[in-house]
Every structure is written in structure tokens, then in C-alpha cells.
T-cell receptor, first 112, second 115 residues
């Protein structure tokens, strides 16, 4: 029974395209996150939502737009994809407290 | 700004050897500390966490970590590693709390255990 799921697992696309990644959690958590893991395995937070409200918006290009239709879902839409967007994108969720985050399996995005 | 340093980028050990991975953070206030593990091709899994209380915390798979406040450190240890411990290990700090609950990750340590 998957706690945090993401689709798709792999995404290969060309520069300039628009793509979306979906995330769902069935843990009943209030908060969801998007992290980016680059080719050197460095993980950095991009966004977080608490009860559908944007809480954290790190320095991320405007081409990235998260959307949370309800507190169990957090999607990531990326416009005009660039080569530098190639990475693994992880969704995570947590309760408001005690801050422990549960991660999804990741989406490996390759932009050619 | 908060930051996390992992000094060992790549560690190679033989099975049954003892492991210690260093982690230091920079933040003067109350922190929550975590170690996550990422097995090849898999997602991050929580190994252990420290919120308060006993600074020596035990996690899954025989791992433990010690929080030393005076040294801003949270080193991960395991007395005897196994081949199956081969993975990337990430130390993380949550220094925001509440609505700004974001994890700051270290750059990771790749552990390779040789049989």
C-alpha cells in the first residue's frame, strides 16, 4: 500500500515542451513538498504546500508551477523545459508536526 | 542561512567493518535532525531522527546517531556493516519548524560495502 506515489516514474521529453508530474499521498498528512535531486545527488526543496496553501517557494524559475487540488495531491507543472531541468524530482509529505517527511519514489526527468 | 555538511563523500568498507559518517550543521536554534538512506534506484527512506531527549538515537537496521549540541554534529554509526548497506546516506536538518518545515540536506555520502 503505497504511502506517497508519483507518476510518471520516468519522463523523457524535448526542450521547450510542457510536462506535469503528479503526486498523491494516502497518509493523511497536511503538508506536501517537491524536491529536486540533481546529477550529483544533491537534494533541494522547491515548494511546500500546507492544506492546499503555498508555504515555501524557494528560488525556482516561474516555469515551475505547483498545484494542490486537495491536501492529498500536489502536482508539478513545468513549462518550456530546459536541459538543466533534467533531474530526479521527489515528492514528500509530512504532518504539520513532528516534521518527519515521507518521500515518493521519484520521477526521473530527462530533457533532450 | 542553515547548512549541512557531510565530510565524507565516498566511503568504502569491507563487511563487518564499523561505520561512522560525519554530519555537521549550522544553526543556532532548536533543530530536528534526520538521517535518510537512498538505496540504488530507490527513494529516500528515514533511518532515524532526533527531536529532543536522549541524544543517542537508534534507528532501523542497526544504525544509531549521536547528537552533540556543542559540536553541532549528528554523526551516524553502525558497528558492523553489511553488503546490503551499500547506499547513499543523507543527513538533514529541519530548522524552520511549523509552516516553514523544510529539510536542508547535506550533499550525501556514498557508502560502498565490499563483501
Amino acid at each position: 500500500d503505497t504511502a506517497v506515489s508519483q507518476t510518471p516514474k520516468y519522463l523523457v521529453t524535448q526542450m521547450g515542451n510542457d510536462k506535469s508530474i503528479k503526486c498523491e499521498q494516502n497518509l493523511g498528512h497536511d503538508t506536501m513538498y517537491w524536491y529536486k535531486q540533481d546529477s550529483k545527488k544533491f537534494l533541494k526543496i522547491m515548494f511546500s504546500y500546507n492544506n492546499k496553501e503555498l508555504i515555501i517557494n524557494e528560488t525556482v524559475p516561474n516555469r515551475f508551477s505547483p498545484k494542490s487540488p486537495d491536501k492529498a495531491h500536489l502536482n508539478l507543472h513545468i513549462n518550456s523545459l530546459e536541459l538543466g531541468d533534467s533531474a530526479v524530482y521527489f515528492c514528500a509529505s509530512s504532518q504539520y508536526s513532528p516534521y518527519e517527511q515521507y518521500f515518493g519514489p521519484g520521477t526521473r526527468l530527462t530533457v533532450t | 542561512a542553515q547548512s549541512v555538511s557531510q565530510h565524507n563523500h565516498h566511503v568504502i568498507l569491507s563487511e563487518a567493518a564499523s561505520l561512522e559518517l560525519g554530519c555537521n550543521y549550522s544553526y543556532g536554534g532548536t533543530v530536528n535532525l534526520f538521517w535518510y538512506v537512498q538505496y540504488p534506484g530507490q527513494h529516500l527512506q528515514l533511518l532515524l531522527k532526533y527531536f529532543s531527549g536522549d541524544p543517542l538515537v537508534k534507528g532501523i537496521k542497526g544504525f544509531e546517531a549521536e547528537f552533540i549540541k556543542s559540536k553541532f554534529s549528528f554523526n551516524l554509526r553502525k558497528p558492523s556493516v553489511q553488503w546490503s548497506d551499500t547506499a547513499e546516506y543523507f543527513c538533514a536538518v529541519n530548522a524552520g519548524g511549523g509552516a516553514t518545515n523544510k529539510l536542508i540536506f547535506g550533499t550525501g555520502t556514498l557508502l560502498a560495502v565490499q563483501p
